[in-house]
């Protein structure tokens, strides 16, 4: 006899606040069951996001089969985010696990029978589910192996410690990152995160493919965090980043994008810091050269070299989304020689994009067609950030200036 989902999913809350994350398999299989399921199993999205494994606990085998993201009705309902069901007995509905807008997995339901009573409960589940998982992943070595085919280089995971969630938004924004090669990054990183009504952004290219290089882009991340929140602006982030690197790492060199978007105008503001331009894509086209600018000294140099720097303006318009991305995209070769190149970042995610695909399936498939060009072995680290600005359409600004 199924109990009601409040009962049921307030004892699994309860419960979860002192569960260990080896129990968590359990306790969500027990929650279904008293939801009148058969069964739930949790997957989770391994780091590279091609593979959806099963989180290891109390009656999960240990050689429990991974699903492949592509070509799977679990890999399905993770890139759509959407509810899938597979008919084959026994009866099971895929659900996306979700924090927030982020993507961490899917939830798998088996059923003698499929009635919206079921679905609803299911809905719900995997909501809880998805916000109890996250909040273990903070300190759970056993969630991070689960998510692994490998060990991680020093540098790599040094960085992936400071990286925030790969994706991020609200009604008026998205913001979603990819970052290769996953097991040996070194000088590449992002962040982005949601301030008093704007969205901060910043990749960053550190010289380098060694633990120093993953050591300086770990700096400049922590200098950019520490400046914004205690309310410095970009030129001073891009100052402390400059004086820091030049301090602790003489003759370390590191490039950047740093960028605020206001959430409420769509007015973006920027500094390139030597680095590729940014690319706008308004309705699923490119605006040639709308974000390009008088290039500047990468950081590190001390402020002798470059003693101010230029904070450029633009104006978005609703559905105009900013694609950041490092050298590392562009110049990945083929195994001819043949480079990725601009224009084949740009039609891919022109592609995607007007296929109607989610902001971070299209980054998803984006970087795995990179790595898939170079035989999946690149040469370079390759980060792409992009940020769409969709406010709804009673916040949307039409009379202002265009660039």
């Known amino acids: ?12 809350l309860e419960r979860s606040h002192t569960a260990a994350p080896l129990q968590l398999p359990q306790l969500v299989d027990e929650a279904a069951r008293r939801l009148g399921m058969v069964s739930a199993t949790v997957y989770l999205a391994d780091v590279q996001e091609d593979r959806l494994v099963p989180l290891p606990g109390p009656g999960v085998e240990d050689n429990a089969p991974a699903l492949a993201v592509e070509g799977t009705v679990a890999g399905w309902a993770y890139r759509t985010m959407s509810l899938r069901l597979s008919h084959h007995q026994p009866l099971a509905v895929w659900l996306p696990l979700v924090d927030g807008i982020a993507r961490i997995g899917v939830l798998q339901i088996v059923a003698d029978q499929i009635t919206s009573a079921i679905l609803d409960g299911a809905t719900q589940l995997a ?21 692994r085919r490998r060990s991680m280089t020093t540098a790599a995971e040094m960085v992936w410690a400071f990286l925030p969630p790969r994706t991020l938004g609200t009604d008026k924004v998205t913001s979603t990152a990819v970052l290769e ?8 990183a992002f962040d982005h995160g949601l301030d008093d009504g704007r969205l901060h952004l910043t990749v960053v290219d550190a010289m380098g493919h060694d633990l120093a290089a993953g050591l300086a882009s770990a700096v400049a991340l922590a200098c950019c965090r520490a400046t914004r929140r205690a309310g410095g ?11 820091d690197l030049h301090h602790w790492r003489p003759g370390g060199l590191l490039t950047g994008v740093f960028a605020y978007l206001d959430l409420d105008t769509g007015h973006l503001s920027w500094i390139n810091a030597g680095h590729p331009p940014p690319l706008l894509i308004r309705a699923h086209h490119v605006v040639a050269g709308a974000l390009e600018a008088h290039g500047e000294l990468p950081l590190g140099l001390g402020p002798g070299y470059q003693p101010s720097r230029t904070v450029h303006q633009a104006q978005l318009q609703p559905g105009d989304r900013v694609l950041i991305h490092t050298d590392g995209v562009t110049e990945a ?17 022109t592609r995607a994009l007007a296929a109607g695909e989610p902001a971070p399936e299209a980054m998803r498939r984006l970087i795995h067609a990179i790595l898939d060009y170079h035989h999946g072995q690149l040469q370079d680290d390759a980060t792409i950030v992009m940020a769409e600005w969709h406010p709804p359409a009673q916040s949307s600004h039409d ?5």
């Open 333 to 349: 070769r083929s195994s001819t020689g043949r480079q990725f190149g601009e224009n084949q970042l740009v039609d891919f995610v």
């Open 181 to 188: 090669p996953a097991y040996d990054v070194g000088g590449d």
């Open 1 to 12: 006899m199924a109990e009601e989902p409040g009962a049921a999913l307030a004892l699994f």
């Open 399 to 403: 009379d202002q200036p265009q660039r």
């Open 233 to 243: 602006t970009l030129t001073d982030i891009t100052a402390r980043i400059d004086e």
């Open 127 to 147: 909501a809880v589910t998805a916000l109890t998982v996250v909040s273990k992943s903070g300190f759970s070595d056993l969630l991070s192996r689960a998510t």
